[in-house]
């Protein structure tokens, strides 16, 4: 998994987009806290963020905390998502190979389709950053300063399923939920074949 501290900036290639001046710079993003959520394994913090009102995306990020330890340092180890196609086009592969994506099982396939970037240090997109520096800048306040709002919380589901939706291969027997079945009939395909 990779740390907070490598969600709040962009690495070399995308240096660009800390840049104030730059149209798609982090800095533009819009960010409204819907959910924050403290689960046994993890405390888990949602979002609602956008440039443009009409293209509003899902971003979560969880923090997973060392022994005895409860609260965020640069060095707390996340898991991220987001529903932008930033994030599944340029990022996600990078971020699969180190453990640090929120149900990665929606975006193995995708993986599969891009492999150009998998060399790339592992970094969030411009979403994930905003919210990171969201967190950041709320350490202190409780609840990082979310309001509860039935129609919000509402919203942000809607926005988080379509994850589930826009990236889901039902033909990818790497995202059939149960591996082990498709790998037992794949096995006995191969060894009636043999048989012929
Ligand atoms: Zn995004």
């Known amino acids: 998994m990779i740390f907070f501290k490598?969600?709040?900036q962009f690495?070399?290639?995308y240096r660009g987009r800390l840049n104030y001046q730059n149209p798609k710079s982090f800095h533009h993003v819009n960010v409204i806290l819907a959910e924050v959520d403290q689960n046994p394994d993890y405390l888990s913090v949602g979002?609602?963020?956008f440039t443009n009102p009409?293209?509003?995306y899902a971003t979560k990020i969880h923090f997973f905390f060392e022994k005895n330890l409860t609260n965020i340092t640069n060095f707390s180890r996340v898991q991220i998502i987001c529903s932008c196609p930033?994030?599944?086009f340029e990022f996600v592969g990078s971020l699969l190979k180190?453990?640090?994506v929120i149900e990665r099982v929606y975006f193995e396939y995708a993986n599969l389709l891009h492999k150009k970037n998998a060399k790339?240090?592992?970094s969030g997109c411009k979403h994930i950053v905003a919210l990171a520096n969201h967190i950041k800048s709320r350490l202190n306040v409780k609840n990082f300063g979310l309001r509860q709002n039935i129609q919000l919380i509402y919203s942000f589901e809607y926005l988080y399923s379509q994850i589930a939706i826009q990236n889901y291969n039902p033909r990818d027997p790497y995202q059939i939920n149960n591996r082990q079945k498709v790998l037992e009939k794949l096995r006995k395909q191969q060894y009636l074949k043999s048989k012929l």
Request: aromatic fraction near 4%; proline fraction near 10%; charged fraction near 25%.
């Open 6 to 8: 490598d969600i709040l």
């Open 11 to 13: 690495p070399g290639k």
């Open 47 to 49: 979002a609602i963020t």
């Open 54 to 56: 009409q293209r509003q």
């Open 86 to 88: 930033s994030f599944k």
């Open 98 to 100: 180190t453990d640090s």
């Open 120 to 122: 790339q240090i592992p």
